[in-house]
């Protein structure tokens, strides 16, 4: 019997809301059971706040009980998986919650431009183009690079001090604000940059399952068009197995840890609805290899 997409999407967005609602009863339980009629009048604020965190809760344990049962499957990811199926409004006591899982391996991640401290040739020549697209400097990048490599010699031999007139981090970026301490970028480029990269808390390939097309063009600018078309129509029908498979799919050598067939790192953006509140949780994930994912970062505010 042939299965279609539909019926696919189908069945898979029912196993996610089945996971979902295994989840919640374990998290939201106490919270879901008492009639919020009454007892919002009551009590707003205290359980504005106390149902923030167990719904936060919540949308982690669902999040985690995905990624977790993906992994199990192997280590290709992919946007067919069960993970990117969003998650429908599902109706609890009182209101809904709704959310999705996003690949941040999808984007270009900043911290790629110098891997475990040293300079990556390849990598920051796709970061100036990223750096082009978004309207930013693209010599910023040289300078990104100095900042995040270990070392506190800049690119054209003088050291860090002679050239920008202060020390440099010399580390990875934790977050999108850091990018305000690399002399020159402003706040424009990091609001243009944000739309185009990521920040993950260490040097992470792209996943060339889920990169967009855009991406992999600036990655492999001697590709034509129709090579690229091709390459991504084959992903379509058959995902990568490895960043090899890539390569091999546009006819050209790949650099070395640029691209990988997997993911590390999950966004959950999760949204949560009452009568008279709403919530929104956004979660970072990180899944190791062969250990069990864990949140590394929450925020929960009002939707």
Request: neutral net charge.
């Amino acid at each position: 019997m042939i299965v279609t997409r539909t019926h696919r999407s189908t069945r898979g967005a029912a196993l996610v809301v089945a996971m979902l609602l295994t989840a919640l009863g374990a998290a939201v339980a106490v919270q879901m059971i008492v009639p919020l009629s009454g007892w919002l009048e009551r009590e707003y604020r205290a359980r504005d706040t106390q149902a923030s965190y167990t719904l936060a809760d919540a949308s982690a344990a669902w999040a985690l009980t995905v990624l977790a049962a993906d992994a199990r499957l192997g280590p290709v990811d992919h946007y067919g998986e069960l993970w990117a199926t969003p998650l429908p409004a599902t109706p609890v006591e009182g209101g809904s919650i709704e959310g999705r899982i996003t690949d941040l391996q999808a984007r270009f991640n900043l911290n790629s431009v110098a891997p475990r401290g040293v300079r990556s040739a390849p990598n920051i020549a796709l970061a100036r183009t990223l750096f082009a697209q978004a309207g930013v400097p693209v010599g910023l990048v040289d300078v990104l690079a100095d900042s995040i490599d270990r070392d506190e010699i800049s690119d054209d031999g003088q050291s860090e001090r002679q050239r920008y007139g202060r020390n440099l981090r010399n580390a990875p970026l934790r977050r999108f604000a850091d990018l305000l301490d690399v002399p020159g970028i402003t706040e424009a480029h990091v609001s243009a940059l944000m739309a185009a990269v990521t920040v993950l808390p260490e040097a992470t390939p792209i996943n060339a399952n889920t990169a967009a097309p855009a991406l992999i063009a600036a990655a492999f600018p001697g590709a034509t068009r129709e090579t690229l078309d091709r390459a991504i129509a084959r992903r379509a029908q058959q995902p990568f197995a490895s960043a090899g498979d890539l390569a091999a799919a546009i006819g050209q050598p790949l650099p070395d840890s640029m691209f990988s067939a997997n993911t590390q790192y999950f966004a959950v953006d999760a949204t949560i609805r009452f009568e008279r509140a709403a919530h929104r949780v956004q979660l970072q994930i990180a899944r190791p290899p062969n250990a069990r994912p864990i949140v590394i970062s929450r925020l929960i505010a009002n939707a």
